[in-house]
């Protein structure tokens, strides 16, 4: 009786514990949404507290929080055996066993790496969250310790968030990893940095950002999917939808890095206005204030100033942006987001039309409030006193020779 009392609580506890292993690898795309998610404001710093913990943390270290989930069950059922079962009954010669057979199959899941995949997968979600939540310098400073990690499958989670960083310090980061021992992690470390390089040279154009509105309200349906009471199969299968929306909103902000790191020195070379910065969560973008898109977004615009009289439409030098708001050919203004406006002379065009057309579509935009533009005479063009007078109603301060 005792014997068989014995082997039963042996397998029984090597069935339980396996089916808890198991069932940890199939939730684990769950349990890393759930661990790492962000509560409350941005000093949560229990969160900050994990992710830098994953960040220099052996990956089969991450696998601790499910055996301490599971020590209090087994705690309980080593006090029920002490204090409440008879002892040498074959109930107690069944919950030694179940005891020793559980904790030994623990154990050599633990030294065998077979929840390894379980922590790797925890340590890449929570580098790309340490490159999307936390300031650019201290990210890099946290996948740092990654990058050196003696898994080559850490390294490569480094090298995907240092990406999604793009600073000069991740660059110089990615540089050293090209050179890395794993095949895997050199090809995935140079295949960044040339597109961190493409991107900041103004080659990749950025992904449209119409898009992200709905990956927004996806994500959010998704969270509150994954949160609640539901199947087994349904949670993976919405943490799995989940990773595809958020690889999308990463590639979309990601394709906005030159800009991103401009603002708010950017402007519309369509709309000649400058961007909004719109945020979800951890995730911001730039979209045109006017035509709500991204594709013509220019980096580098510090100062605008429209020209009437203006040799070329667009000028860029040195941060300084000059846009011609008069096409004598269509006699069409167009309204520009800018500084100040120049009037140049030298050039064959009708100034006086040119200038009361640019000045009656300020005054229109700004039906609500007065127009206040500083104006400045470049080359002495040869103007009406009407259209000086006119000049006035947008700069007080506006002089003009006698």
């Keep these: 009786m005792a014997d068989a009392g014995l082997t039963l609580g042996l397998v029984s506890g090597a069935v339980w514990m396996y089916?808890?292993?198991?069932?940890?690898?199939?939730?684990?795309?769950?349990?890393?949404?759930?661990?790492?998610?962000?509560?409350?404001?941005?000093?949560?710093?229990?969160?900050?507290?994990?992710?830098?913990?994953?960040?220099?943390?052996?990956?089969?270290?991450?696998?601790?929080?499910?055996?301490?989930?599971?020590?209090?069950?087994?705690?309980?059922?080593?006090?029920?055996?002490?204090?409440?079962?008879?002892p040498g009954s074959a109930f107690e010669i069944f919950g030694i066993g179940f005891l020793v057979s559980s904790s030994t199959l623990g154990v050599l899941a633990f030294a065998s790496d077979k929840l390894v995949r379980y922590g790797l997968e925890a340590q890449r979600y929570a580098a790309l969250e340490v490159a999307r939540r936390l300031h650019p310098d201290v990210a890099v400073k946290f996948l740092a310790q990654l990058a050196n990690g003696s898994w080559w499958e850490s390294r490569l989670a480094a090298v995907k968030a240092l990406r999604a960083v793009g600073t000069p310090s991740a660059v110089q980061m990615l540089h050293y990893l090209v050179q890395d021992q794993s095949p895997e992690v050199a090809d995935a470390a140079g295949l960044a940095r040339n597109e961190l390089l493409a991107l900041t040279d103004g080659k990749t154009k950025p992904i449209p950002v119409a898009s992200m509105p709905a990956l927004a309200i996806a994500h959010r349906q998704l969270i509150a999917q994954i949160y609640r009471r539901k199947s087994k199969r349904d949670r993976i299968q919405h943490a799995q939808e989940l990773d595809l929306v958020m690889q999308q909103m990463d590639d979309l902000v990601f394709s906005q890095l030159a800009v991103r790191r401009s603002f708010p020195d950017v402007y519309c070379k369509t709309c000649y206005a400058r961007p909004e910065l719109l945020a979800y969560e951890s995730w911001d973008w730039l979209r045109c204030k006017q035509c709500h898109q991204a594709d013509d977004l220019v980096p580098g615009v510090h100062e605008v100033i429209g020209q009437i009289g203006a040799a070329e439409d667009w000028v860029l030098h040195e941060g300084t942006l000059r846009v011609n708001l008069w096409n004598e050919a269509t006699r069409i203004a167009r309204l520009g987001e800018i500084s100040r406006l120049e009037i140049a002379a030298g050039q064959a065009i009708t100034y006086d039309w040119a200038v009361s057309a640019v000045v009656e579509l300020f005054h229109k935009h700004n039906a609500q409030d007065r127009a206040e533009i500083p104006v400045q005479l470049v080359g002495d063009p040869v103007l009406e006193p009407n259209t000086l007078r006119l000049l006035k109603t947008i700069d007080q301060d506006f002089r003009w020779p006698n």
């Design 19 to 86: 089916a808890r292993i198991r069932h940890r690898l199939k939730m684990g795309p769950v349990w890393k949404f759930r661990w790492f998610r962000q509560r409350g404001t941005d000093g949560d710093t229990r969160t900050i507290r994990r992710l830098r913990q994953a960040m220099s943390a052996s990956p089969k270290l991450l696998t601790l929080p499910f055996f301490f989930s599971i020590l209090p069950f087994l705690g309980f059922w080593a006090f029920a055996m002490a204090f409440f079962v008879e």
